[in-house]
């Protein structure tokens, strides 16, 4: 099993610097404007931003098997089973890193034999983690065999709406709102849970690993349970910090070189419309679909261009660019059917979703400023409480 995640103490800060801090990320509005709830969602979001990694820190665990009703945003949802015994306690090897991180597989014990191998089993099986000296540091993990299909799906602007491409609205939607679903996208996840043997859900979001609490709630009520990862605290390491999403993909490929994989997102996201077709090409016959949902073509309010340029020389049928979740009805993903023809594509292999008649320099010149300023922020704040 691998175990993920970092140690760190959040510093007891009054509700009036909350406020202020939650202005900074708030942007054109004030914390006080909004309803009580959602004032409340962004001080807890905040305070969970402003932490104090603690390095050098002995981590242990007790595992027991998770009930099966539990974690699943629709009935019957995960497609994992509860084993009947291997409860166990479990340490991790060394301490954590200087900023607190711990990343590593462990071999469990199975003393009553109640955890299948891998290899002997094609269903995946539960386990409740729960980290010791902490009542935040619970987690619901999955043993996954080697063969079998994984849909790897973003969030933002697939799962739930959040208009990345607007920063104000964004912000708000991810600070203070209530997570919304994007239409009845919890209903296609819901069919693929139920028609698709087997299949194991995992949940990847570039979202900092300290304020994913609210979109793990989420997930747990609205969609099938899942394994998840996000953009660990650690920021030592600039190359994976710069495309964490390519390298948490490729850990997953890497972990799992037998298991097909369905890839989901939209085009508000570069690292997404460059990593996704990359994967197909760099791992031979482990990509089954690609699923992109074209945000531009349903809300004008999206002037981000996007690039096309790496689906060039893939096969049409193992991607698509789609609308809305309808568009992914009644597909044979299991077979490796990942078209739907009445869909149109008008997919040009280069830049598209060019607002105002800029040129593709300009667009790529955008793209890149928005990026930085991303980046920058969340840095920003990441480490100026620290």
Sequence with gaps: MRFRGNVFKQPNISESKLNDLANIFLIGTDIESLPPSQQVQARNLTASIFVVQQGDRNVSFHLEPA????????SGGGNAVTPSGGA??????????DQGDYDQFLTLANP??????GNTTTSLQRLNVYADGTLTG????YLVPPTGMTIISDIDDILRVTKIYQPDEGLLNSFARPFTPWLNMPDIYANWSKSLPNMHFHYLTTTPEQVTRNYM???YKTYPGGSFDTRPLNFSDVSATLSIRRYLLDRIFQTYPERKFILVADTSNSDVMKA????????PGQVQCIFIRNTSATDPEDKFPYKTNGFKGLN?????????PDDLTGLDIANGQCYNASV????????QGLPFGLSKNSAGRMEMGWNAMVFGLMAWGLFAGL
């Design 138 to 141: 619970n987690a619901t993990s």
């Design 112 to 117: 009553d034999g109640a955890l299948k191998a």
């Design 276 to 283: 996704y077709p990359a994967l197909a090409t760099d791992y």
């Design 88 to 97: 166990q306690n479990i340490t991790l090897v060394g301490q954590t890193t």
């Design 67 to 74: 009930d099966s009703q539990g974690g699943d945003g629709e």
């Design 316 to 324: 049409q049928n193992t991607y698509m660019f789609f609308n809305v």
């Design 344 to 351: 149109k594509q008008d997919v040009t292999f280069s830049t």
């Design 217 to 219: 709630d989420f997930i």
